[in-house]
């Protein structure tokens, strides 16, 4: 028994760490060498194959590793000892991980409580066998196609990556102005965002007046603020984002009223990064629809998520769409509710873009969970500015006109 390289220690392999064809070489387990002569019936030594007996997906196999030229293996392993001069191990090990004997595995486990396979049933399995030149072959093309994809995936993180740098440098142009200079320079009419901005206040006035709610006050930006702020095209304006939105958060809904099925209840982890994700999803009764109005989500909303809404510097925002619906907004969620039609996607991207995630990073509360409060974030803040297009007020009679100067 070798154990010079590990003291005293002999290793003790478990499930954990086997996985299809490769060893995962973490949080190894040791045992001492009077236990290793106890349990020497379930030893490996170089060269060996592993296969995990249970597990979802239960079969995989992989290869021992030259670090550890002796160890045990846990009860829900299986060591093999191919003979060198009838196969070679590497063939029988991608064998093993194939399509052809994973499928006998599901076969014979299915219907079973415990799915679990032993010596006897992988003794038991159909193996396609070519000559012992041939399996070489067969492993060294494996080998070639497998580095390819690495590096094929090497080059696909990199190149996400720079799509990220691109995609944060495409909006800091967007609202510089400069995705549509020549557009601007073609024109010979465009007006003032100030009549936008005065024709959303209207709004703003008359949406508080038909809800019976109070108005929240959103003070303009004084010439030093803006002057502190960088230079925009000509008729481009700041404003505070609270000029041109409200902002609604969720009900902290107990689990004593969740449902096997009704409303979908969009909460935190329904909120990704430009678009809604459902992989987890809870219900509310119908009912709720009528009990909580104001609460009730509609196609086309815009909704931030107040805690963790930032990861590595991506915003997690999204506008719903009607598969997403019907759903109700769950606490810490917040829905930036418009005043003015055509506005969403000009600042979905907004706040996608590289000048507000900077400058709300900096007011993110909280060191284990990041938050923002819904007070801070909006209303006013100095960060919160959107350069409005130039642009004529939309009456909600025809299709904004900004929505085509952003083409």
């Not at 296969?51 to 002796?70: D, Q, R, S």
């Not at 509310?284 to 629809?289: A, N, S, T």
């Not at 719903?320 to 769950?330: Q, R, T, V």
């Not at 930036?336 to 709300?360: C, H, R, T, V, W």
Request: hydrophobic share 35%; aromatic share 10%.
């Amino acid at each position: 028994m070798n154990n010079e390289r590990f003291g005293e220690k002999v290793p003790h392999f478990k499930i954990q760490n086997i996985k299809e064809n490769r060893f995962v070489d973490k949080n190894i387990n040791f045992v001492s060498p009077t236990k290793a002569e106890e349990l020497s019936r379930h030893s490996f030594q170089i060269g060996d194959l592993i296969i995990t007996k249970l597990g979802n997906p239960l079969g995989l196999c992989c290869k021992v590793p030259e670090k550890y030229p002796y160890g045990i293996i846990v009860a829900d392993l299986m060591r093999f000892r191919p003979s060198t001069r009838r196969v070679v191990d590497q063939y029988l090990m991608y064998g093993i991980n194939s399509v052809i004997v994973q499928n006998q595995f599901k076969a014979i486990t299915k219907g079973t409580t415990r799915p679990r396979v032993n010596l006897t049933i992988v003794r038991g399995i159909k193996f396609p066998f070519p000559p012992l030149y041939e399996q070489r072959a067969i492993v060294s093309k494996i080998e070639q196609l497998f580095s390819e994809l690495d590096n094929g995936i090497s080059n696909l993180k990199l190149a996400q990556e720079q799509l990220k740098v691109y995609r944060q440098a495409v909006l800091k142009k967007a609202f510089e102005g400069e995705l549509t200079k020549k557009w601007r320079e073609q024109q010979t009419d465009l007006p003032d965002a100030r009549e936008l901005r005065e024709h959303i206040g209207k709004e703003r006035e008359e949406a508080a007046k038909n809800s019976g709610k109070k108005l929240n006050s959103v003070k303009p930006l004084t010439e030093v603020e803006v002057n502190e702020l960088p230079r925009l095209p000509n008729r481009w304006r700041w404003v505070k984002l609270g000029e041109l939105t409200d902002m609604t958060s969720g009900r902290a809904f107990k689990k004593s009223e969740y449902s096997s099925h009704g409303i979908k209840l969009f909460q935190i982890a329904n909120v990704s990064f430009g678009h809604t994700l459902w992989d987890d999803v809870v219900y509310l009764p119908e009912e709720y629809l009528q009990k909580w109005p104001e609460l009730v989500l509609k196609e086309g909303n815009l909704l931030l998520a107040l805690n963790r809404p930032l990861i590595q510097r991506n915003l997690k925002i999204c506008t719903l769409h009607k598969s997403d619906l019907p759903a109700i907004l769950y606490q810490r969620v917040g829905r930036l509710d418009l005043l003015s039609e055509g506005l969403a996607n000009y600042i979905l991207y907004f706040m996608q873009g590289p000048f507000f995630i900077s400058k709300f990073e900096k007011d993110l509360q909280g060191i284990d969970i990041p938050f923002i409060n819904k007070g801070k974030l909006h209303w006013p803040n100095k960060y919160q500015y959107v350069a409005n297009k130039k642009c004529k007020p939309s009456f909600r009679k025809s299709k904004p006109a900004f929505q085509s100067a952003i083409r």
